[in-house]
């Protein structure tokens, strides 16, 4: 089979780990019972050994894709001259969540059609064999280290892999396949009836009706905010509230180029963008538990006194080896596909600017926070204020050599103007004079140094003779280190707009975090522009007052959704999408852009 289109595909989920599933009717990627395991179906990174769970007809069709409105709960309906039969997939959450169960219920809706399902697992990424075992009420893979069952009434025969199956449903008859990891006394697992079918799939629509329900947002572009939320949901892992930056790992910044990584945890990066999105539209339980995640990563640098990591595992894992799976191809031949993650051994200083931000907002939109964290904090902003003149690699991980990042230099900034306002609004003890020193000091160094007075814009790096431009700065107004009508920051935003052949980051309504050209990063091959980017741009043109440019760029961005409203990291020349998808950044930075676009046309 032909790789499908990153766009093509849909998501599906129960808040412990999520199934892509293609227009194709193909699982090609599912990791079971956590996001970060490894894959049981991985077709999305090599077609041929990566294993897949795809049911299609037997006829020549036409495909289209959608959620149950304000659900989780995807249909790839499939239409033919013989008839009209559709797959609905989901995964039961709530008290089933932890089962890992999968449902896939195929119903013929008009029509006699005649279905083929090959189920084929590939455990530990396509590195451990298993055995396959057919039994009455369906199949049972045994591998070393997993054993899942596959059960189902349709008819199986083995494969060498794996099972298939061919079946013919009439009109209003339903077939289901439950996939699920089983015990040695389980067999194959619970072979659903059609009613009980139906009950899952009605229980599963109405948990996911009655969490929406608690959205506040009634803006312009409530649809698209909607699934923007039901998809950052389903990247929170619900047992320790963390969020992953995207469900997947290995998925190409460039066809055929080395720009893979695994996104399957959780970045400090995040923090602030996820508190501000969540409590913005109303959802404060999810705010809650993702800054309780928050909070055990603070005590857990006063137990050993190092600084914060960038990212951890969604349980608080603090090492994350960077591995390359050489046996898979990747996406497209895009090699090498690499697990695990070596940014999280990088020193980034602006982590500390993102953790005070979504600490203060917190404190502000959500509940006080201890004294207890307070003391923690305090000793990271102790630290802080003793090491804020390190040179880093950046909010863009970059594999070069460190530097000094405007960004990281402003966040520090931010780090102990939260820290201050937060002492004063709760008269919380704090090194008010040093904090405050420390902060003003920053200030005065990166108007010096990072402004460039013969281009008149900010620039990526200190004292930077090219000039280059970094789209992380058009969050300079977001985090209010200067207004977006200062002149400094009109300039800036004005250079950005400009095309890369001018030196800007702009192609189209489209931004690039900063231009290779100009700014090497260790790592070969081009890259797409990212669509956070995009987001930050609508919002600094927002704030500008500049609201038509704002809405033009927004709307357009709209379109680059795929057709289920789902973005990845980036998007290409060509339109298509690239790298780990979905990216939860880039919904967070479409439910804030919303959010404060919406405000600005209503005249607030």
Not at 181 to 187: L, N, Y
Not at 230 to 240: G, I, Q, R, V
Not at 254 to 266: C, L, M
Not at 473 to 478: A, R, Y
């Amino acid at each position: 089979m032909a790789y499908q289109p990153i766009e093509n595909y849909g998501i599906i989920g129960n808040m412990r780990t999520v199934a892509l599933c293609g227009m194709h009717g193909s699982i090609d990627w599912y990791c079971v019972p956590r996001f970060d395991s490894p894959s049981v179906f991985a077709a999305i990174l090599d077609d041929q050994k990566g294993g897949r769970f795809q049911i299609i007809p037997d006829h020549k069709y036409t495909e289209k894709q959608f959620y149950w409105p304000d659900t989780n709960v995807l249909v790839t309906r499939f239409l033919s001259a013989d008839g009209v039969a559709e797959i609905s997939d989901h995964m039961p959450v709530g008290d089933l969540a932890d089962t890992g169960l999968l449902i896939r219920q195929v119903e013929a809706l008009s029509g006699d059609l005649t279905f083929n399902m090959l189920c084929e697992p590939a455990f530990n990424y396509a590195r451990d064999a298993h055995t396959t075992r057919i039994t009455d009420a369906g199949a049972i893979f045994d591998s070393p280290a997993l054993r899942l069952g596959l059960a189902t009434q349709a008819p199986l025969e083995q494969t060498e892999s794996g099972v298939k199956s061919r079946f013919t449903l009439h009109e209003g008859e339903i077939m289901v396949f439950a996939l699920r990891p089983v015990t040695v006394d389980e067999g194959c697992g619970v072979c659903f009836s059609h009613d009980e079918a139906r009950r899952l799939f009605n229980d599963t629509c109405d948990y996911w009706r009655r969490w929406l329900s608690q959205c506040t947002y009634t803006g312009r572009w409530r649809e698209i905010v909607y699934r923007s939320a039901l998809a950052l949901k389903l990247m929170t892992y619900e047992p320790t509230g963390a969020i992953i930056a995207a469900p997947t790992c290995g998925l190409p910044e460039n066809i055929g180029g080395e720009r893979n990584w695994d996104y399957r945890y959780s970045w400090l990066r995040d923090a602030a963008f996820t508190v501000y999105a969540f409590l913005r539209i109303g959802f404060r339980a999810e705010a809650e538990a993702f800054m309780n995640w928050l909070t055990d990563r603070c005590f857990k640098f006063e137990a050993d006194g190092s600084p914060l990591q960038p990212l951890y595992g969604i349980e608080g894992e603090t090492e994350l080896e960077e591995t390359i799976l050489d046996h898979l191809e990747g996406y497209r031949g895009s090699s090498p596909v690499r697990i695990g993650n070596a940014a999280y051994a990088q020193l980034q200083m602006d982590i500390y600017g993102e953790l005070m931000d979504a600490v203060y907002l917190y404190n502000k939109y959500g509940s006080f926070i201890s004294y207890t964290l307070w003391d923690r904090l305090r000793s990271i902003l102790n630290w802080l204020a003793d090491n804020w003149q390190r040179e880093d690699l950046g909010i863009w991980e970059v594999r070069g050599e460190p530097t000094v990042y405007v960004y990281s230099r402003m966040m520090g900034w931010v780090a102990f103007g939260r820290a201050i306002r937060i002492a004063d609004k709760r008269s919380f003890p704090a090194d008010r004079q040093k904090w405050e020193r420390t902060r003003d000091t920053i200030y005065d160094e990166i108007m010096q140094h990072g402004w460039h007075d013969d281009l008149q814009t900010f620039t990526q790096k200190y004292d930077d003779d090219d000039g280059a431009l970094d789209a992380a700065n058009l969050l300079m107004p977001l985090v209010f280190f200067v207004g977006a009508k200062d002149p400094r920051m009109q300039k800036t935003i004005n250079a950005i707009l400009q095309s890369p052949d001018e030196g800007g980051l702009t192609v189209g309504s489209m931004v690039y975090r900063y231009n290779l050209e100009h700014s090497p990063d260790g790592l070969a091959g081009d890259e797409g522009a990212f669509n956070m980017c995009t987001f930050w741009l609508v919002e600094a043109l927002t704030r500008a007052g500049r609201i038509n440019e704002a809405r033009l760029i927004f709307e357009r961005m709209l379109s680059n959704a795929n057709h289920l409203g789902l973005y990845a990291e980036e998007t290409g020349k060509s339109g298509e999408a690239l790298g780990n998808f979905p990216q939860a950044f880039t919904h967070l930075s479409l439910i804030s852009a919303a959010f404060n676009l919406d405000r600005s046309l209503n005249g607030r």
